[in-house]
């Protein structure tokens, strides 16, 4: 049974799976220091709303984080639909979701958090991704965490949490299923994550990607949903959502690991614009790096 908040997901037939292209990309954004002459480009080659969107963080890291994810969108669809970077134009939704108005066949999807910056692209596919730093959160008891969150995970996810070697770890691997379930379908904060309940069965690993993991909603199996699992390294997970059309599943699904891209990757874009403010690259550099 297609829910129906999936079913009207889709715009146009599904592509089959021969014909599907898809991406998934990963970025460890310390591994990135820009320098002018990097960060004046990358401001040139993303729309004016973002560049202002992303001057208004008070710390250097999550603009850095966001800034790469702008980048990442771009050069993925410059990638799938051979398109200059000139022509490509995105949108937000109402919840603030990143698309591409007239072309409805692909969807793709950023998420970043901790190290990581992430991306997704699927045709044919409505797709959402979530990274997560699985650190302990900090200046808070762990059970206190727990008690806090208590309500954003059914009690058939806090047993599987309760059961786990490494409670923290299965905690946040809910946490990022249940954020690339709302990726996908585009909702944002107002989502009652207590009708969404995942199984899982296979522990994450580095290696391999996990497509096990089942969700229920509203108590019904959600068979054109798939979800892929993995680690991007022992302190990250990711997540993706991908909702198929009840044909697209039938076709099969193919093996995704993640790629890790280079900022060089990233940066190798056209311009869309000649001029940034003078005062991008002074404003950013004085900023500190992050909180900690
Ligand atoms: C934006 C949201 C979808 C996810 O936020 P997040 O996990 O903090 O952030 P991520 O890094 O994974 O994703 C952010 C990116 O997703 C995209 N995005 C923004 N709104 C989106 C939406 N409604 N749907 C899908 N993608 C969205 C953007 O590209 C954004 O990057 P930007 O901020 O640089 O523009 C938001 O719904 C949210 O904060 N949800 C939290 C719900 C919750 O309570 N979760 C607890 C789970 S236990």
């Known amino acids: 049974m297609v829910p129906s908040i999936i079913a009207s997901l889709f715009f146009r037939p599904v592509m089959d799976c021969s014909s599907t292209r898809w ?8 591994l990135w220091k820009p320098v002018a002459t990097q960060w004046n480009h990358a401001n040139k ?22 800034l790469i994810g702008r980048l990442m969108l771009r050069k993925g669809i410059q990638e799938v639909i051979g398109s200059s970077n000139s022509n490509i134009t995105f949108s937000r939704t109402a919840e603030g979701r990143p698309f591409l108005p007239g072309l ?88 009652d994550l207590q009708t969404i309940d995942f199984n899982t069965s296979d ?16 108590d019904q199996s959600s068979d054109e949903l798939l979800f892929e699992e993995t680690l991007l390294d022992m302190n990250h ?17 193919c093996d995704k690991p993640f790629t890790e891209v280079t900022i060089e990757h990233l940066l190798n874009l056209e311009t869309i614009t000649d001029e940034v403010d003078e005062g991008l690259w002074t404003r950013f550099n004085s900023k500190q790096y992050s909180a900690r």
């Open 104 to 191: 409805d066949i692909i969807d793709i999807n950023v998420s970043h958090h901790g190290d990581w910056v992430v991306l997704a692209l699927e045709s044919g596919a409505r797709v959402g991704v979530d990274v997560m730093s699985m650190d302990r959160p900090i200046n808070k008891d762990l059970r206190e965490y727990f008690r806090l969150m208590r309500k954003q995970f059914t009690d058939n996810e806090w047993r599987q949490i309760d059961k786990s070697d490494n409670k923290l770890h299965a905690f946040y691997r809910f946490w990022c299923l249940k954020e690339s379930y709302v990726k996908a379908i585009g909702v944002g904060l107002k989502y």
């Open 203 to 218: 522990e994450l690993s580095r290696q391999r990607v996990i497509k096990s993991t089942k969700m229920k909603l509203k």
């Open 45 to 66: 080659c993303i729309q004016e709303e973002e560049r202002q969107r992303i001057e208004q963080f008070v710390f250097q890291a999550p603009a850095i984080s966001s």
């Open 23 to 30: 991406l998934r990309w990963a970025l460890n954004c310390q």
């Open 237 to 253: 997970c990711v997540a993706t959502c991908i909702a198929f059309s009840e044909q697209g599943l039938k076709e099969g699904v």
